[in-house]
């Protein structure tokens, strides 16, 4: 839904190089005061950042939601152009009062961090709303068919009845929410800006099952449906008014809720026709100015699709020679492209499709994060305090979720961290990588860097939730990498697995460059994906539809990764003995998300510190 694109909006960052442009601009001069120290200072900005972020979060209900907070408990996002323009507004005005009120001089290094990550957050907002048209609200890597069930399932609690009401509230709301978008797809379909053709079905796959059972259809009741009956029936309320509750719930879904996707579904389908092939970002108006502004937004450089696409290249050359020593470890004798096939043909290497195989899955991912929660004290001098479960996508949403993801958790722990895994098809899931997706999407990846960020005292609110995405996925691909370090995958197979999640994300370097910079086709992509990676074919048609909805989101991973690590190996060397990677951790996770410069000078502070 909306929540993630005002998120992303207001409370993201973009380019360090652009971070030291925007810090270097004229202001108004701050108005004379007594002299404070840094340590006053940092407090007066961070209390006034936090009512600023407060203010901004208020604009999106789901967002408050998503912080475990019941502020516009009864209404889902607003999805217009013009709400994003007041956001914005929002921030300039803010950004106008920081600069009125306070000066950097003043302030110690990480109260200066602060004042320059809140002014990139408001050149990030504008160049987004730039942007707002070229985004695809609806594709079959995020419906909002899908996400309007997951939201309320899995983050909207009901406590009382008022949160009961609160619910069904949303549940109407739906009609607004999707009347919304709807407008949204015909007017950028009327601007030449229409998703690839392979995103139709799928997408209206979603939607009908979600309104396939009770009480759109006999049988059994939906997944919505269900989640807000067990909810009600959980309450210690007379049952008469479980069964009021339950009632105007029915009727919010058979009306205004269903009205809603029969909305967006009709503009689906009206603009359908305009979609006349699968191409990139190039094909759209301004694509390649589009494309260049995710890039640097996606890495947080300026880099150029053409290094990145490079990158990928020179990275692969390196993991298939690694891959190589494994393939001769094991005696396996053929080329790298006969032992993939080996492994996603073998059943050897392969879960069962059926109950007992997918428990087996959970099973080894618990299993694996149970290791590194054992092993991290010597990694990490700072463990989160947030419970984190291994689940299963649930079932209206397999055949559109990807293969395995992070769904944050709050800080005051009311709702755990959940690494979600697709079992939709059990022949895409293979034992090889069971370990990793769980180091990068469970522990030590996604949970530790998320959770320890919302843990942190003494960091204003919107870094304790600030999202880069070179930084995110570069850690989460670095924790892949750290837990060979702490040498916890347990056999020549799971580090084979290893090096394919790398083999996986140098191959995005290449392909989505090459999809939206070079003008490769969908074929000429999961082509190359076959050839140098152990993904299974659906897998790698799932992986490369989503590179061409979301343009340069996949360079983000590997691009930050390789960042942490030359980071890791600079300390190392200046340090010698002085090393400890408990601290150098606590650097990088331990300040909340960074662009990749800025973390930079946070690990010479920490060099430069620990040399004296």
Same mark, same amino acid.
């Given at each position: 839904m909306n929540a993630k694109l005002l998120?992303?909006?207001?409370? $993201?960052?973009?380019?360090?190089?652009?971070?030291?442009?925007?810090? =270097?601009?004229?202001?108004? *001069?701050?108005?004379?005061?007594?002299? =404070?120290? *840094?340590? =006053?200072?940092?407090?007066?900005?961070? $209390?006034?950042?936090?009512?600023?972020?407060?203010?901004?979060a208020a604009l999106s209900p789901e967002y408050e939601t998503q912080l475990g907070r019941k502020i516009g408990y009864d209404r889902l996002d607003s999805n217009t152009e013009a709400s994003d323009r007041?956001?914005?507004?929002?921030? #300039?005005r803010q950004l106008a009062q920081m600069h009125a009120r306070f000066r950097p001089a003043r302030l110690s290094p990480q109260g200066q961090i602060s004042y320059r990550l809140f002014e990139t957050e408001v050149q990030r907002a504008h160049e987004r709303l730039r942007w707002f048209w070229h985004r695809f609200p609806v594709t079959n890597n995020g419906s909002p068919f899908g996400q309007v069930p997951v939201f309320l399932i899995n983050q909207h609690r009901v406590d009382n009845v008022a949160d009961a009401e609160a619910y069904v509230s949303r549940l109407r709301d739906?009609?607004?929410?999707?009347?919304?978008?709807? +407008?949204?797809?015909?007017? !950028?379909? !009327?601007?030449?800006?229409?998703?690839?053709?392979f995103n139709f079905e799928p997408v209206r796959a979603d939607a009908r099952r979600v309104l396939t059972g009770a009480p759109f259809t006999d049988g059994p009741p939906t997944a919505i449906f269900a989640d807000f009956q067990a909810k009600v029936n959980h309450l210690q309320i007379p049952d008469a008014e479980k069964q009021r509750l339950i009632g105007e719930a029915r009727a919010a879904l058979t009306g205004p809720f269903r009205h809603g996707y029969d909305t967006l579904l009709a503009a689906w389908s009206a603009i359908e026709p305009r979609a006349t092939g699968n191409q990139g970002a190039w094909s759209l108006p301004q694509g390649a100015a589009y494309y260049n502004a995710q890039l640097r937004q996606r890495t947080t450089t300026n880099l150029t699709a053409q290094q990145i696409h490079q990158i990928g290249l020179d990275q692969l050359t390196r993991i298939h020679r690694e891959m190589q020593a494994i393939m001769d470890q094991v005696g396996f004798h053929g080329t790298l492209q006969d032992f993939f096939h080996h492994i996603t043909t073998d059943p050897e290497f392969r879960y069962p499709d059926t109950e007992a195989g997918r428990q087996q899955f959970l099973s080894d991912a618990r299993a694996a994060i149970a290791r590194v929660m054992a092993a991290a004290p010597r990694y990490f001098r700072r463990l989160p305090r947030a419970p984190l479960e291994v689940r299963p996508v649930e079932s209206f949403r397999t055949a559109t979720a990807p293969v395995a993801f992070y769904n944050p958790g709050t800080a005051d722990g009311s709702r755990p961290g959940i690494m979600y895994v697709n079992m939709g098809n059990m022949a895409d899931v293979l034992k090889p990588g069971v370990e990793d997706v769980?180091?990068?999407?469970?522990?030590?990846?996604?949970?530790?860097q998320i959770s320890l960020a919302q843990e942190m005292e003494g960091l204003p609110l919107f870094r304790q939730h600030a999202f880069y995405g070179a930084y995110l996925e570069g850690w989460g691909l670095y924790a892949e990498r750290l837990a060979h370090d702490m040498g916890l995958y347990t056999s020549p197979y799971q580090e084979f697995g290893r090096l394919a999640g790398e083999a996986w994300r140098a191959t995005r370097l290449v392909t989505d460059t090459g999809i939206h910079a070079m003008h490769w086709t969908r074929e000429q992509a999961m082509d190359f994906f076959r050839q140098n990676t152990l993904l299974s074919e659906g897998n790698i048609r799932r992986e490369v539809e989503r590179y061409f #909805?979301? *343009?340069? !989101?996949?360079?983000?991973?590997?691009?930050? !990764?390789?960042?942490?690590?030359?980071?890791?190996?600079?300390?190392?060397? =200046?340090?010698?003995?002085?090393? #400890?990677?408990?601290? +150098?951790?606590?650097?990088?996770?331990?300040?909340?998300?960074? *662009?990749?410069?800025?973390?930079?000078?946070?690990?010479d502070r920490y060099i430069a510190e620990h040399r004296s």
């Open positions: 998120l992303a909006a207001l409370l $993201a960052a973009t380019a360090g190089a652009a971070i030291a442009q925007h810090g =270097a601009s004229h202001r108004a *001069p701050a108005p004379a005061r007594a002299a =404070a120290t *840094p340590a =006053a200072e940092d407090a007066r900005l961070n $209390a006034f950042l936090d009512e600023a972020f407060n203010a901004r007041a956001a914005v507004a929002l921030a #300039d739906v009609d607004r929410a999707m009347g919304e978008i709807a +407008f949204n797809i015909r007017h !950028q379909a !009327q601007l030449g800006i229409v998703p690839p053709a769980s180091f990068h999407e469970g522990a030590p990846g996604h949970h530790f #909805d979301d *343009p340069g !989101q996949a360079t983000s991973y590997m691009i930050g !990764q390789l960042r942490i690590l030359e980071l890791r190996e600079r300390a190392r060397q =200046a340090l010698g003995n002085r090393f #400890d990677i408990r601290d +150098f951790h606590g650097v990088v996770i331990e300040n909340g998300a960074l *662009p990749l410069d800025v973390l930079g000078e946070l690990v």
